[in-house]
């Protein structure tokens, strides 16, 4: 029995054109565009997920080959099972799971792809370990890596741990992609929900700096009046 082509087989079920069409559009697709090039089937992630569930005994070599494809399903699928399986491993797997994530970057290359993963997978196995790695894909040319650097936070953020996102948010005042403007908001934000004069203190020296999107993100749960003067301050 070959559990990957059983797993293919159930998605080819499930595909539906007219979602397609409209994920493609979504997750911008066409030329130039972020997911340039990227081929939806048209599953939603609720019917990826009961597909997870099945298929979470898949062998690592099989999820390779899922993950290294031009259909998104099959990666988000991939990734997930990945996640399922660092989750129930031992430290050998995790290891094994955090290298093998980032050795395929290239196949992590859309935004739910690695929101849906990497605090998960990389935040996770960085938690009570150095995460110097982070400070390297923050630097990365490639914008999927850079925010994979970013979304991996969440993990410490939720532990109280925030030097990690307020350093990286520093070096990333000037990229150039909305994308990360809108995750390092978001980051920012989620210190704010736990330590708000930690935010406003980063915003106190980099506000005048940052892009106006990123600014916006990070101050969404402040009361009207402050935002309203903080953007007007900017």
């Known amino acids: ?24 559009r979504f997750f ?9 090039g990227d081929i939806f089937l048209g599953i939603m992630v609720p019917q990826s997920r009961q597909l997870v569930r099945k298929f979470r005994d898949l062998e690592l070599r099989d999820i390779i080959k899922l993950l290294r ?11 997930l099972i990945l996640v399922e ?27 739910d792809l690695v929101d849906l993963t990497a605090p998960k997978i990389v935040g996770a196995y960085l938690l009570n370990r150095p995460r110097m790695i982070l400070y ?57 929900k736990r330590d708000e004069k930690i935010l406003e203190v980063f915003l106190e020296k980099f506000s005048k700096r940052m892009p106006r999107t990123m600014l916006r ?4 749960k402040f009361p009207q009046e402050k935002r309203k003067r903080i953007l007007n301050n900017k």
Do not use: C
């Open 1 to 24: 029995m070959n559990r990957l082509e059983d797993l293919k087989k159930e998605l080819i079920k499930l595909a539906d054109p007219v979602k397609a069409a409209l994920l493609m």
């Open 28 to 36: 911008k697709t066409g030329p130039g565009e972020y997911g340039e």
């Open 69 to 79: 494809t031009d259909i998104h399903e099959q990666r988000l699928i991939a990734l």
């Open 85 to 111: 399986k660092f989750e129930r491993g031992d430290e050998m797997k995790k290891k094994k799971i955090f290298d093998l994530y980032l050795k395929n970057t290239d196949y992590i290359n859309n935004w």
């Open 136 to 192: 390297k894909l923050v630097r990365s040319r490639m914008l999927w890596e850079r925010r994979i650097a970013v979304l991996a936070t969440a993990t410490f953020i939720r532990e109280g741990q925030f030097d990690d996102i307020l350093l990286l948010s520093e070096k990333l005042l000037a990229d150039k992609h909305d994308l990360m403007h809108k995750a390092v908001g978001w980051m920012l934000r989620e210190v704010g």
């Open 217 to 220: 993100y990070s101050i969404e």
